[in-house]
């Protein structure tokens, strides 16, 4: 098993920053996969961002391309997710994922293990 928590979220204004953290621990064996999803209240849990075994590929949704930047360092078998220019509408609790393979991937069924989500509130 592999556990996953998330930290850095909380409450910012609208234009500030915020720098997300997903600490993998447990059974980890071979190259992961790692992405970032978050859920609205109401609403379905969306894709945000994602990167491959080595983060040389990475994907972004539309709403966060060029705000938002995911990155790892698998020596501290952490993900990070860099949120720049917030907005209000990227309210949301933000979750941490991983999926087992090498390449990066952009739909929750595609991930095999999920962190307890961080909640990111940014005021107007």
């Known amino acids: 098993q592999v556990q996953l928590v998330e930290s850095g979220g909380g409450l910012v204004q609208a234009g500030g920053s915020l720098r997300l953290s997903c600490a993998a621990s447990g059974r980890i064996f071979g190259p992961y996969a790692m992405g970032w999803f978050r859920q609205a209240p109401g609403k379905v849990r969306d894709f945000v961002a994602a990167?491959?075994?080595?983060?040389?590929?990475?994907y972004y949704a539309d709403s966060v391309k060029g705000r938002f930047t995911i990155s790892r360092d698998n020596a501290k078998n952490t993900v990070y997710l860099q949120m720049n220019s917030l907005k209000p509408e990227d309210t949301a609790v933000y979750y941490c994922?991983?999926?087992?393979?090498?390449?990066?991937?952009?739909?929750?069924?595609?991930?095999?293990?999920w962190g307890q989500g961080t909640q990111v509130t940014v005021s107007s």
């Open positions: 990167l491959n075994w080595n983060g040389g590929v990475t």
């Open positions: 994922a991983a999926g087992r393979g090498l390449d990066a991937r952009t739909m929750p069924s595609e991930y095999d293990y």
